[in-house]
């Protein structure tokens, strides 16, 4: 079964499998997307958000980290990441649906993309 895949993120809109989205959006292993859902803070992920990305299959979690970069991963939950022998990618949110379209087998890959700046 073919994973559905992005097809744009720009400045505030983000399609995933030909479905708009508005927010900041997470795609989980299983290929089923929802919205990034409540943070403490809006440019960084901490590591309890961390942990609610994180599947039991994730093997590489991608991060758009907005048009301009302004989404960080904690240094915290980069930790938590290498703890559990999970791969890391951070980039800008186009190149990083890119990166995540690219990916052969989508059912270890963990994506959130940030809509915005």
């Known amino acids: ?63 758009g980290t907005g048009q301009y970069g302004k989404l960080e991963v904690s240094e915290d939950s980069k930790k938590l990441l290498e703890g559990k022998e999970i791969n890391l990618l951070t980039a800008k949110s186009p190149k990083a649906i890119q990166l995540y379209n690219d990916q052969e087998d989508k059912s270890v890959v963990t994506a959130v993309i940030h809509s915005t700046c």
């Open 1 to 63: 079964m073919k994973m559905p895949e992005f097809q744009e993120a720009s400045f505030g809109k983000i399609v995933f499998n030909n479905k708009e989205w508005n927010e900041d959006l997470e795609i989980r292993t299983n290929g089923k997307a929802k919205e990034r859902g409540y943070r403490p803070e809006n440019h960084l992920i901490e590591t309890k958000e961390t942990n609610r990305h994180i599947d039991d299959n994730t093997e590489l979690l991608i991060v």
